[in-house]
């Protein structure tokens, strides 16, 4: 089936389940330290305005005059900016530069006027033997300097360390940020087993073997074969990746080491990269152990890809993380674990052997797994006998693990409010209104119409495979809306690698790809997007049947376009650069001929699927029950043919 756009569920956030984070970064104290810088503002400005501009009431400078010539004022303190008359003799000062201290109330009266250049007044103080004496400037000097420098440099220090503690990782010390906040689980402390996660049975097998890796590493090595380093679990958010991570570890029984991408991109550059090597030398400190990266797109994005002149923090992690990984040999009893929802995003290098050259498809779960997922989580919730879980399996098509766990809590929930001591199926089917108004939201739910078109559509691609002799056996059917657009898909596995295809097996493939859009036609008499993706295929089948292989009809035996050398290790998306090399009246022959080519093999898949209306309608209701069939279920079917039902 098609692509459906507007798909992308990144940064779903489930209310229930999943193990707790081990670093809860605690981020409600915003508007209470941003009251703190208030204070402190508010402070300052008060701290100014009652020391700094504490200004005795000045007096004229005749009047200063008077009172010394009265005898009123004994002793004078002559600056730049005051003359400061005192009563009193008492404070002895030292002579020469020194700190004052204004801000020392006396009780005394104290007269202060604006200088003014007076020959007489020296010699009127001399004359009352007035104790006069100068202060340099440097004494107030210094406390300009802390005033105007030191107060606000400390102050935007005082900023600084908050928002640093803000951007830095909320709470942790500025200095500590290259330390490593794994939390390292002890061996007993993982009780996740495999029967704790339903559903996901192809990835659940291919872990089994990762489990004995850790456990017998001497079987492998002994034969001299190598241990894979690094297995990738790609799904969907919610179905299980992490719980699948945790029972590898659980039933291994070996050290279990979790981080997220996201941990490891800090805004200081080189920490992330300083945090993966501490975390792998305490790995490898531990070995056998696991160490699981969840969210690795967080670091391993692309570098190919960064428009904006790449983030240095991020590739410097993603390296570091690249030299660990070829830095421990597979007799280390070491192995990698990563999660992401986004494996189109990861950077090439990731995935090459030596990496995490083994990848696990964790996919939505079929009706049997939903069932299976369900009974697991509600072990612990007392249901009413009469509670169905197929039943509630049935209403859950396209949910995920996560979703149902969610699913039995809420059902569990609406009991207590309903004061039932067991939970009823009705308490269930609530719970899951409630859930399936969120997700369709979110597109995830499709309508009963669209779940029948797109069996049909499956089933055709299935039959005509089965039809077309040399086509590659069908491994398995889903309508199990998948999570990276497709609404359902027919897996065909190749039975050997194929170095070269015949013309009859090309035609094939083009059958196969229109099989979805004529079962379609036929069945429904209309025609839907869903077929947009395989009439891309098909169509870009014939083209290169016409201008590169030479088998149209007009230029049998010649080669139309010149393909430039394309780039070494290049993915296909970058597809080599063609040359025309032929007249508009040769590009007008070949798009007729690729109409040609197309309608002839639709005329006749559709002729095919006609004949066998039953064999499709018996295929297509079953997997409208079931939602996925395998190999054999298939061909069983196909055995019995159109009369066996
Ligand atoms: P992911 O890592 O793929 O996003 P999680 O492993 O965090 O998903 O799943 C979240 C929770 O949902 C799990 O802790 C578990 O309770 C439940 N869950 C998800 N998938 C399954 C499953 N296949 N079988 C049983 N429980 C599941
Ligand atoms: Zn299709
Ligand atoms: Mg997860």
Known sequence: MGERKNNKRKGFKFPFGGPPLPNPKPFGGWKFSIMYILILVVGMSLFNYVFMNRVNPTVDFSDFKAKIASGEIKRVELTDSYFTGYTSLKQELPPGPRIRNPYAASSEPVYRTVPINDPELIKLMDEKQVAYYAVSRE??????????????????????????KRLGNMGGNVLSVGQNRAVIVAEGDIVTRFSDVAGVDEAKEELIEVVDFLKNPKKYTDIGGKIPKGVLLVGPPGTGKTLLARAVAGEAGVAFFRMSGADFVEMFVGVGAARVRDLFK??????????????????????????????????QTLNQLLVEMDGFDGTSGLIILAATNRPDVLDPALLRPGRFDRQVLVDRPDLKGREAILRIHSKAVKLSPQVDLDAIARLTSGFVGADLANIVNEAALLAVRGNRNLVIQKDFEEAIEKTVAGLQKKNRIISEDERRIVAFHETGHALIAAFTPGSDPVQKISIVPRGFGALGYTLQMPVEDRYLMTEGELLGKIDVLLGGRAAEELIFGKISTGAANDLTKATDIARRMITD?????????????????????????????LHREYSEATQQYIDEEIAHIVEKQYTWVKAQ?????????TVAGL???????????????????????
Request: aromatic share 10%; proline share 2%.
């Open 282 to 315: 305490q790995a490898r400190d531990k070995a056998p152990c696991i160490v699981f990266i969840d969210e690795l797109d967080a670091i391993g994005k692309s570098r190919l890809n960064n428009i904006a002149g790449g983030n240095d923090e991020r590739e």
């Open 549 to 577: 292989y030479g088998m149209s009809s007009r230029f049998r035996n010649v080669a139309l376009t010149q393909r430039g050398a394309g780039m070494l290790g290049g993915s296909q998306a970058q597809e080599p650069l």
């Open 623 to 645: 997997l409208l029950e079931k939602e996925s069939l395998d190999e054999k279920e298939f061909k069983d079917i196909i055995a019995q043919g159109d009369h066996g039902l």
């Open 609 to 617: 699927l006609a004949e066998h209306q039953v064999l499709l309608n």
């Open 139 to 164: 004494g107030s000097a210094i406390l300009n300097i802390v005033f105007s420098w030191v107060l606000p440099i400390a102050f935007f220090f005082f900023i600084w360390r908050f928002l640093m």
